[in-house]
């Protein structure tokens, strides 16, 4: 009799276990399909922040989880009405982004401008209904609305360019993707340098330059600055991760140098931005403090 029961049990467990075993087949491909279906969403409905493959972001569309393959750097992507001689500070500048590819329905992209360090200007959409804002007006990105096409795609936008000079290089960068159904897809990065207008009055690339020392530091910044007539008004520290970490508008002036005290700062890469009535500086800097 006990032996008959515990064959019962044993009966029982193995019966549990082969259901266990059947849900699990049954339910992994479903959680496949939604995890698919996730980043599918995420994807037609725009995409995050930071994807546009800059200098400052690093990565594009085919790095966030949802994308695969090669980037394929090309050029012809980005058009704007920026005229030869340069941007002028605070105008505004039609952009045009394109993608043409054979066999494809759905497409995709994120635009920033900006230099090495961070994005510089603004974007204003013209279209809130295939467009939008990633977060803030220094990314742009597409709306379902924005998506489909025949083979090609277009979208169109204003660029802000930054209320003061900018002395290091500015480019626009975009990152799309195309394909069918987010099948077959094919991700693209391309860039567009942009030049300050030399022929502006007030101090462009070439004039006499800010200096900062000393770099590696430690516990304080000295920053010369060279005009006397173009005071600055604030100084900002970035860490690596582009967070801002320190901010002044009440500087110790000692003749045309600035002082910044960093004593609480950890040791690493910052990057300090100077911003004075005529234009903006930005300087790479190394955190030796231990």
């Given at each position: 009799m006990r032996s008959h029961r515990l064959f019962r049990r044993l009966r029982r467990i193995h019966i549990t276990r082969g259901r266990v075993r059947m849900l699990m087949?049954?339910?992994?491909?479903?959680l496949g399909i939604g995890m698919y279906l996730?980043?599918?969403?995420?994807s037609i409905h725009g995409v995050p922040p930071g994807y546009t493959g800059s200098p400052y972001d690093g990565v594009t569309c085919a790095t966030m989880g949802c994308h695969t393959g090669t980037v394929?750097?090309?050029?012809?992507?980005?058009?704007t009405d920026v005229p030869p001689l340069g941007y002028n500070?605070?105008?505004?500048?039609?952009?045009?982004?394109?993608?043409?590819?054979p066999n494809t329905s759905i497409f995709g992209f994120q635009v920033t401008a900006g230099d090495d360090f961070f994005p510089q200007g603004r974007f204003l959409i013209t279209d809130n209904t295939e467009m939008q804002y990633a977060l803030s007006e220094e990314y742009v990105t597409h709306r379902p609305a924005g998506t489909s096409g025949n083979n090609e795609r277009t979208w169109q936008m204003q660029w802000v360019a930054p209320d003061y000079p900018i002395i290091s290089p500015i480019a626009i960068y975009v990152s799309m993707v195309a394909g069918t159904f987010l099948v077959d897809e094919e991700s693209f990065m391309s860039y567009l340098p942009l030049q300050l207008n030399q022929s502006m009055p007030?101090?462009?690339a070439g004039s006499e330059q800010p200096e900062v020392y000393p770099n590696p530091f430690t516990h304080r910044i000295v920053v010369r600055w060279p005009d006397a007539n173009d005071p600055v008004l604030s100084m900002v520290l970035y860490n690596a991760a582009g967070n801002?970490?320190?901010?002044?508008?009440t500087l110790t002036r000692q003749g045309n140098e600035y002082i910044v005290d960093t004593g609480l700062l950890s040791s690493g890469v910052y990057y300090l931005q100077v911003t004075s009535t005529k234009r903006s500086f930005r300087q790479k800097l190394l955190n030796v403090n231990l």
């Open positions: 087949v049954l339910l992994f491909p479903l996730h980043y599918l969403h995420a394929q750097h090309v050029t012809g992507l980005i058009q500070p605070a105008d505004t500048y039609n952009i045009t982004l394109s993608i043409s590819r007030g101090p462009v801002r970490v320190y901010a002044t508008e």
